[in-house]
Antibody
Framework: EVQLMESGGDLVQPGGSLRLSCVASEFIFSNYWMTWVRQAPGKGLEWVAIINPDGSEKSYADSVKGRFTISRDNSKNSLYLQIDSLRAEDMAIYYC???????????WGQGTPVTVSS | VMTQTPLSLSVTPGQPASISCKSSQSLLHSNGNTYLHWYLQKPGQSPQVLIYEVSRRSSGVPDRFSGSGSGTDFTLKISRVEAEDVGVYYCMEGTHLRTFGQGTKVEIK
């Protein structure tokens, strides 16, 4: 069964940094686009970033461009999200998801929470 | 921008429900496909896909769920709402930058 497991969420001060990880299993990770989606407390879903199978193409939502970096290590079946210059509005549950084509996401992780507070 | 209406819906079990999703730009890709998907997030759970590419039901999704539309206007219909259908429904476009709608909360009367 396909599994995605996020980790790395934490309580961080405004202006701080954090690296989220997502470990994939039971599918050929290096064949798929992968994406991060977040959900602020009580709010809707917001697409954050996407990366292609070999890591050479990346796209970001305008709200995170320049502060977030998506990356992957196919040898470790792992997806990452480096979050810098954290703001209060970045506080959310961060989900990783496998993108099966043009936004079609069948498999999602359980999410990892990021709390921003001084 | 993806705009969903209504933002909330209270439905009697067994009755139909319909959610509209309008895009500020056409979702018809130059390759001829339209990448509009529907997700459901049940309380306390991760989102799950229901419909992809406007009208294709994802594996395991009951046939009471159907999608339709083209260009900028799309609709998700539930033919007979069941208690397990409660949650927040999101449309999402994959043609441009994978933007989600605001969500429509469905409750049971």
């Amino acid at each position: 069964e396909v599994q995605l497991m996020e980790s790395g969420g934490d309580l961080v001060q405004p202006g701080g940094s954090l690296r989220l990880s997502c470990v994939a299993s039971e599918f050929i990770f290096s064949n798929y686009w992968m994406t991060w989606v977040r959900q602020a407390p009580g709010k809707g879903l917001e697409w954050v970033a996407i990366i292609n199978p070999d890591g050479s193409e990346k796209s970001y939502a305008d709200s995170v461009k320049g502060r977030f970096t998506i990356s992957r290590d196919n040898s470790k079946n792992s997806l990452y999200l480096q979050i810098d210059s954290l703001r209060a509005e970045d506080m959310a549950i961060y989900y990783c998801a496998r993108d099966d084509g043009w936004g079609y996401k069948v498999y999602w992780g359980q999410g990892t929470p990021v709390t921003v507070s001084s | 921008v993806m705009t969903q209406t209504p933002l909330s819906l209270s439905v009697t079990p067994g009755q139909p429900a319909s959610i509209s999703c309008k895009s500020s730009q056409s979702l018809l890709h130059s390759n001829g496909n339209t990448y509009l998907h529907w997700y459901l997030q049940k309380p306390g759970q991760s989102p799950q896909v229901l419909i992809y590419e406007v009208s294709r039901r994802s594996s395991g999704v009951p046939d009471r769920f159907s999608g339709s539309g083209s260009g900028t206007d799309f609709t998700l219909k539930i033919s007979r709402v069941e208690a397990e259908d409660v949650g927040v429904y999101y449309c999402m476009e994959g043609t441009h930058l994978r933007t989600f709608g605001q969500g429509t909360k469905v409750e049971i009367k």
